[in-house]
C-alpha cells in the first residue's frame, strides 16, 4: 500500500558528508510526520531527527549542529543532510513516516534501512 524508499548510504571518511533521502509512494492522503532512526547492533534505536509537516522538527542532541533534516511535502520526500560525520554515527539509517489513508487510518511505516559507515 506504501513504500518507503531510501537512498544515499554509503561508506565515507570522518568528516565527510552524506545526504539520505527517502520517497514516499502509495495511497497516501496526508503524511504527518516524517523522520530518520538510526540503530547499531545490541543497542535500542534511535530516533535522529524529524519533521512535522507544517515545518516542526526534532534533532537528537548528539547530531545537533552537524546534520539537518528538510521535507517536501508535494514530493512526499525527507532528507537528511549528514556533515562533519563521526565513527559513532556508524549504523543503519531508518526512514519513518506516519502516514494516513483516504478512511483516516493511521499507520507507521519504515523503510528497509541503509548503511551509513564512517571511517576513522
Known amino acids: 500500500q506504501v513504500q518507503l524508499v531510501e537512498s544515499g548510504g554509503g561508506l565515507v571518511q570522518a568528516g565527510g558528508s552524506l545526504r539520505l533521502s527517502c520517497a514516499a509512494s502509495?495511497?497516501?492522503?496526508?503524511?504527518?510526520?516524517m523522520g530518520w532512526y538510526r540503530q547499531v547492533p545490541g543497542k535500542q534505536r534511535e530516533l535522529v531527527a524529524a519533521r512535522t509537516r507544517d515545518g516542526t522538527t526534532n534533532i537528537h542532541d548528539s547530531v545537533k549542529g552537524r546534520f539537518t533534516i528538510s521535507r517536501d511535502n508535494v514530493k512526499n520526500t525527507v532528507y537528511l543532510q549528514m556533515d562533519s560525520l563521526r565513527p559513532e554515527d556508524t549504523a543503519v539509517y531508518y526512514c519513518?513516516?506516519?502516514?494516513?489513508?483516504?478512511?483516516?487510518?493511521?499507520?507507521?511505516?519504515w523503510g528497509q534501512g541503509t548503511q551509513v559507515t564512517v571511517s576513522s
Open positions: 502509495g495511497v497516501i492522503f496526508r503524511i504527518n510526520t
Open positions: 519513518n513516516a506516519e502516514i494516513a489513508n483516504f478512511l483516516n487510518q493511521r499507520r507507521e511505516y
